[in-house]
C-alpha cells in the first residue's frame, strides 16, 4: 500500500499552516450549491433533477441516515486496506465513477468525459464510460491511463449497432460492459420538462453514434453534413425495452464481464445471475427515472443476498465516505460516486473531480481507522445498527 488515502487531509492542514486553504468545498453540501450557480442552466436542470416529485431521490440520500456504525476500540487498525480484486481488476478501493452521460457538458471546455478520465487516471478510481458522450469512447479511453475504464451501453433497438459499440469498447480496451436496463426511456422529469430540454434530441453527447461505421451507415447524409437527422435517427434506435429472452443475446455479443445496471428486487437478481451475467449493479438511477420507489440502499442487502457470490455494483445517493463504508458493509462490492463527480467536475475541472474522489477516499479510510475496521472484510453487516 502507498501512502493511505486519509493523507489528503495532513495535505490540507499542512497547507493550512502556510495560510492555504483548500480550492474547493470540503462538504458535499457546499459542492454542489458551487456547481449549481456555475452551471449553465439547462444542464443543472438535468444533472441535478430527478424524476417526479423527486422523492426517490431524496430518499435515496436519507436512506444513509437510518444505518449508524459501531466504533470497534482496541483494534489498532493503524494501517487500512481499501484495495478489491473485481472482474479481473486489481482496484486501489472499492470506488468507481458510475456513467454519467452529459458529463461532457459539465466541464466548462464541454470534454467532461475526457477530464472525468483524467482524473481516473490520477486517482485509479474506475470510470464507467457513458453511451452518451461528447467525445467518442476510443478518445475517452485513451486518457484513463492505468484505472481500468468499463463502458455503459443503452442497447439500441438495431443489434448490429449494439454489437458495433460493444466490438469498439473491446477493442478500445474497456474492462467490462455494463449494461443499464431502468433508462429505455426517459423518465418523467418536471425539471427538464418545465424547459423542453433532453440534451440528445438536441443533438448533444452522441459522438458514439455519430462516429460509429453501423449508425452512419443507416443515414442519408453524414452527421457532419445533417446534425439533426442524426439526432432524429438517434431517437428512432435508442431505447429498447429489452425482456429476458434478449440475455442471452447480450451475453453473447461480449467475451468482457457482463453487468446490469438497475437491478433491485431479488427475484430480477437470480433470473441474472442464471444468464450468465458476471455482475449486478443495484441501483435506481439516482431516482431519475422513476419516483415513488424504494431508496436503492434498502433494496441492497436482498440484492446482495440473491446475488449469492456475485460482485453487486451499488449507486444512489452515495455523498460521503461514511456512505460508501455503510454500502460496503451492507455487502456491495464496489460503490459508484455519480452527481458529486458532476459537481466536482463543474467547479474545478479534472482537478475537482479528483478533490471529490480522494475527499470521499480519505473520509471513508479515517472513519475505518477511527471505528476499528481496517480492512474490507471486517465491514459486515453486523458493523451497521438501523436508527429508527
Ligand atoms: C446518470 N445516470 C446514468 N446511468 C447510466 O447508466 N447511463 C447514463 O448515461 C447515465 N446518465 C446520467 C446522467 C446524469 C446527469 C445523472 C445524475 C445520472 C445514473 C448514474 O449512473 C447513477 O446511477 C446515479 O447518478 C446515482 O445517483 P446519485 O448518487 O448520483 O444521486
Known sequence: ?????????????????????????MSHGELEARALAVLPESVRD????????????RANVAAFERWGLYPRMFVGAARRDLSVDVFGMALPAPLFMAPIGVIGLCAQDGHGDLATARAAARTGVPMVASTFSVDPMEAVAAETGPAPVLFQLYTPTDRDLAGSLV????????????????????????RDLRTGNLPQLRGHCLANYTSDPVFRAGLERTPEEDPQAAALRWSELFGNPLTWDDLSWLRSITTLPLIVKGLCHPEDVRRARDGGVDGVYCSN????????????????????????GLPVLFDSGVRTGADVVKALALGATAVGIGRPYAYGLAVGGTDGIVHVLRSV????????????YPTLADLTPEALRRIG
Open 285 to 308: 438511477h439516482g431516482g431519475r427515472q422513476a419516483d415513488g420507489g424504494l431508496p436503492a440502499l434498502d433494496a441492497l442487502p436482498g440484492v446482495v443476498e440473491a446475488a449469492d
Open 361 to 372: 477516499l480519505a473520509e471513508a479510510d479515517l472513519l475505518m481507522a477511527v471505528d476499528g
Open 167 to 190: 466490438e469498439r469498447a473491446e477493442k478500445a480496451g474497456f474492462k467490462a460492459i455494463v449494461v443499464t436496463l431502468d433508462a429505455w426511456l426517459t423518465g418523467w422529469r418536471p
Open 1 to 25: 500500500m502507498g501512502q493511505p488515502f486519509g493523507s489528503y487531509q495532513n495535505e490540507i492542514y499542512f497547507d493550512g499552516l502556510r495560510g492555504v486553504r483548500p480550492r474547493f468545498p
Open 46 to 57: 438535468y444533472v441535478a433533477g430527478g424524476a417526479g416529485d423527486e422523492r426517490t431521490q
